[in-house]
């Protein structure tokens, strides 16, 4: 049985294992892109932007990783929050999520 068949269950459909992978690689490679090009902007901007905006990639770091482990557990593309399958549109948008839309707006 392969690794996309025995995570059938806890996969969203038309993911593989090796698509979301994929996916999450991508991400993290652009936001690592991102940051080697804020720190060559050196004195350029303020630095209080440029806190915030390392600030704001290294947490969208942080939730790729999380979402590799998860992806490695058994649990991706599962909320969270309420524990049901979060939409594969949400999942190809924004491959990191945590959780569906509406428990999202609720936490925020």
Do not use: W
Not at 9 to 16: F, G, I, K, N
Not at 58 to 78: H, K, M, S
């Amino acid at each position: 049985m392969s690794l996309d068949a025995a995570r059938s269950d806890s996969l969203p459909e038309r993911l593989t294992t090796h698509e979301v992978g994929q996916r999450l690689q991508h991400e993290r490679n652009s936001r690592l892109t991102q940051l080697e090009a804020i720190e060559q902007e050196g004195n350029d901007a303020p630095r209080e932007l440029m806190i915030a905006q390392k600030t704001s990639i290294q947490r969208v770091l942080t939730e790729i990783d999380a979402a590799f482990a998860r992806l490695g557990a058994g649990g991706y593309g599962l909320c969270q929050e309420c524990r049901r399958p979060i939409p594969v549109e949400r999942l190809e948008i924004l491959p990191y999520a945590r959780c569906c839309v509406g428990c999202q707006r609720r936490a925020s």
